[in-house]
T-cell receptor, first 110, second 115 residues
């Protein structure tokens, strides 16, 4: 069974702090990984994609991938109250479908 | 920016009724998906569709479910005889070519409430 595991949270951080979100996956065949943000009642919105080991930065967001440890993370720098949402980690499997984790709820306190 | 559009945004239906959820994927995309999310639960894969046929379907996608691409633009999900447990948000998604890492884009979703 292909699984993506995330801590459900909530992860509470003060405004301006770094939020660190983590995810592990079970399918070693997965090569592409994605972080989506989901506001309550809304659809997933892509934040970052990462395909190679190491770090990938985009503005305030940095995704990290370690395929040996089957671990993906997302760092959000200078967190804002508007970043408060559920963050979904997803792995694309060998048949090109996304396997989602259950999401981590992030709360950024003003 | 191109987007995946879904209709209706919300539908309430009686148990046992048929429901059709409609999606217009992004125009140059070739791979289409339906996912669903029961309230408070994770986003679950239902079915993928490529080259006018189902590529893969999950255990959830039983004989009550079907998908169709009736013309060059629409992609529909039909639930033949709805059950209470079909109440969920249904997301359509599309991508140009996932084999080269293209992003999968999601529509805004269709809330289905079965009463």
């Amino acid at each position: 069974q292909k699984e993506v595991e995330q801590n459900s949270g909530p992860l509470s951080v003060p405004e301006g702090a770094i939020a660190s979100l983590n995810c592990t996956y079970s399918d070693r065949g997965s090569q592409s990984f994605f972080w989506y943000r989901q506001y309550s009642g809304k659809s997933p919105e892509l934040i970052m994609s990462i395909y190679s080991n190491g770090d990938k930065e985009d503005g305030r967001f940095t995704a990290q991938l370690n395929k040996a440890s089957q671990y993906v993370s997302l760092l959000i720098r200078d967190s804002q109250p508007s970043d408060s949402a559920t963050y979904l980690c997803a792995a694309m499997d060998s048949s090109y479908k996304l396997i989602f984790g259950s999401g981590t709820r992030l709360l950024v306190r003003p | 920016e191109p987007e995946v559009t879904q209709t209706p945004s919300h539908q309430v239906t009686q148990m046992g009724q048929e429901v059709i959820l409609r999606c217009v994927p992004i125009s140059n995309h070739l791979y289409f998906y339906w996912y669903r999310q029961i309230l408070g639960q994770k986003v679950e894969f239902l079915v993928s569709f490529y080259n006018n046929e189902i590529s893969e379907k999950s255990e959830i996608f039983d004989d009550q479910f079907s998908v169709e691409r009736p013309d060059g633009s629409n992609f529909t999900l039909k639930i033949r005889s709805t059950k209470l447990e079909d109440s969920a948000m249904y997301f359509c998604a599309s991508t140009e070519d996932p084999q080269i890492g293209n992003t999968i884009y999601f529509g805004e979703g269709s809330w289905l409430t079965v009463v």
